[in-house]
Structures are given as C-alpha cells and as structure tokens.
C-alpha cells in the first residue's frame, strides 16, 4: 500500500520511517498540509495520513475518492477537521489514533497550570538577566484549590487524578461520567455549577456542534473572578474575543492555551522573519497572564510511538481486511 502523508514534520518523517520497518509500506512525506490545493498530490496512494490542521473536508474527501485513495488515517485523537458524513458518501474509512499517551497532554495542561501560576517562564528570562527580584512572580499553593474539568475522557481523567494528587478538590463535567473516577474523589456537577466554584478550568472534551465556543461572554460571566483557563483539547472550544474580553476586565485572571481556533495558519511553521496578520493571537500574547504553546501537547516520546505504531496498524488492519477497530463513526 501506498501512504500519501501530509503536513510531514521531521520528527513525524523520523518516527515513522523507524516504525514502518515493521510494516514495509510505501510512504511519501509531503511538507505540504492537505488542502484542496494539495489533494492531487495523493494521487496513486491508497491512503492518506494526516494531522489536526489537514483540511478533510467534502471537496477533498470528493478528490481523494476519484482518485483511488480508500483510507483516510488521522494520526491525532481528534476528528473534528473531518466531514464524517462526506468520508461515508464516498465509504471512505477514517481511522485515528484514539489513546495515544493520555498522559503526555494532561501533563502538557500541568505544566501550562503551573507556569502561570508559578511563573517559572518569567523567573528564566529574569535570571539571566542577573535580575534576583520576586516582584511580580507571586503564585499561589494548588493545595486545597478547586480545579474543574470538562471531558473526563483518557485525557480528562489523567488530569483529573493528577489533580488529586496535587491536593486539590476535583469537579468535573462530561455527558458520561465515570465511577472510577467518582470514587477516587471527583465530583462532578452540571457545568453552570462547577464554573462559580473553579479556580482552575481545564478543557478536554472534543470539539463538537455541543461544545464549540463553550467559553463564551455568559461562560465566562459565570467563572470565579480571578479564575485561570487552560485549554489544550481544540481552540474552537473558546471563543477568542470573549477571552480577550474577560483578560482585559481582569475578571479572567489567566489563559493557558496549546489550541488556538485559527492555528492551522500559524502552528507547526516558523514564522519569525514574517509579518503575522492574524490580531487575535497577538493581542493573546500581548498580555502577561497567557501563556500559548503550539498544540506541543501530544510532543512526547512516548506519545510519538504509540502515534507511528497505531497510524500503521490501522493501515495493515485495512489491508488485510480485518475489522477497524479505531474507526471514527459519524456518529461518534
Ligand atoms: N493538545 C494536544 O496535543 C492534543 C492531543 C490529543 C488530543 N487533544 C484533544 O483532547 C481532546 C480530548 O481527548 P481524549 O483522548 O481525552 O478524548 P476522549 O474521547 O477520550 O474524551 C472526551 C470526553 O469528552 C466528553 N464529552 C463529549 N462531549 C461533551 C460535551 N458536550 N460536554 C462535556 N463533555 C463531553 C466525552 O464524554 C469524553 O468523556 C480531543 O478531542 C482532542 O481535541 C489535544
């Protein structure tokens, strides 16, 4: 078989030629993300691989289909780029990577918590300065402190006993709740009930019709004033400008974000001798209680191998006919 992969990183092109020793498939690495534009590059694939901001949408799924493609395989968690309904028409299987290392995201939204409430980035750059100072770098004990989760899946729920770990006191929301999680201490609640009571928000539910712009002017009226905002689930989960808003009020006292709704023109490229046009982003960064990484959630070890190994076994799944087990259903 062979793989058009797009959106090719060199950590990407690494991990998978070492894991495809196993598979022996054909891979072209394209720089290049699937677009419209891009489609014809697939031509004479039978798969294509690709990522969180590859546009596979009803005129690309359309091309690839004519084209002879027969699998579309996420190597990312999330769907949501994806036209489930369009892939059906054209009974196009999308398989992805459903678990990769819950814990190398979980972690990632740790780290981002702590960074801005310890403010480690800012003692750093102080430091090399020869500047020995405090002032400004005042942070506050996690123990004891309410943090809230939305989407207490694989991510959610490592987040979640992570945060029992630390001492905190757990509120979660999600359509599903689960037991185990209830006896290790988390209380869930409806969300208009947990956003009062949280110091800390953390997001990781996917993005869905349910769930797009879930932080929004009334969400965010309803947070503890003060409160701090991490998301590193997708960016279309916050509504930018009301984030903004609340920032610039002072009522949302810190924002923490590895998505960004509009990242897929920024993320993974190096963009420093360009002119970056996008206002939102630079108003975000312009403020001192944000902090915003790339989507480098997933940029683990770990999670980079389990990614390569899943996306290929997947693909040998499909060719030698056997169930899908990690197929995304329209429904779903
Ligand atoms: N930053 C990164 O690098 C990175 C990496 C992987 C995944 N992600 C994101 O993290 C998200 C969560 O991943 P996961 O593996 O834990 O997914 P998951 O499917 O295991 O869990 C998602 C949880 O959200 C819940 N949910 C669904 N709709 C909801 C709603 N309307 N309100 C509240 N909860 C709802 C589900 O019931 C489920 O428990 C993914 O959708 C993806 O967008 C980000």
Do not use: W
Not at 89 to 115: C, W
Not at 257 to 283: A, G, N, W
Request: hydrophobic share 45%.
């Amino acid at each position: 078989m062979k793989i058009a992969f797009f959106s090719t990183q060199s950590y990407d092109k690494s991990f998978f030629e070492d894991h495809n020793r196993d598979f022996d498939f054909a891979i072209d690495f394209f720089e290049v993300p699937l677009t419209e534009q891009t489609v014809n590059l697939a031509a004479g694939a039978q798969a294509v691989c690709v990522f969180v901001n590859d546009r596979v949408n009803a005129v690309v799924l359309e091309k690839l289909a004519a084209q002879g493609v027969a699998i579309v395989a996420l190597r990312c968690a999330g769907f949501n780029n994806v036209d489930l309904a369009a892939a059906a028409r054209h009974s196009l299987p999308v398989v992805r990577v459903p678990a990769y290392s819950p814990h190398a995201v979980a972690e990632h939204a740790v780290a981002m918590m702590l960074t801005l409430n310890r403010k480690t980035h800012k003692a750093y750059n102080r430091i090399r300065e020869q500047n020995f100072s405090l002032a400004g770098l005042l942070g506050f004990d996690l123990f004891g402190k309410t943090v809230a989760v939305v989407g207490t899946g694989n991510i959610g729920q490592v987040f979640c006993r992570i945060m029992l770990g630390f001492g905190c006191r757990v509120l979660a929301y999600d359509v599903a709740e689960q037991d185990a999680l209830k006896q290790a201490g988390v209380i869930y609640m409806p969300l208009d009930a947990l956003l009062p009571q949280a110091d800390v928000l953390s997001l990781h539910c996917p993005l869905n019709e349910h769930t797009k712009y879930l932080i929004n002017d009334k969400t965010l009226a309803r947070m503890k004033p003060g409160a701090m905002l991490i998301n590193t689930s997708r960016g279309g989960l916050i509504d930018t400008r009301s984030v903004i808003q609340a920032l610039k009020s002072g009522h949302l006292g810190a924002l923490g974000v590895d998505v960004y709704e509009q990242e897929e023109s920024l993320f993974f490229r190096d963009l420093s001798d360009h002119i970056v046009t996008d206002d939102m982003i630079m108003r975000l960064m312009s403020f001192p209680n944000v902090l915003i990484t790339a989507h480098q959630g997933f940029f683990t070890q770990e999670a980079l191998t389990q990614i390569a190994q899943v996306t290929l076994g997947n693909l040998k799944a499909f060719t030698e006919g056997k169930p899908l087990t990690n197929a995304v259903r329209p429904n779903k």
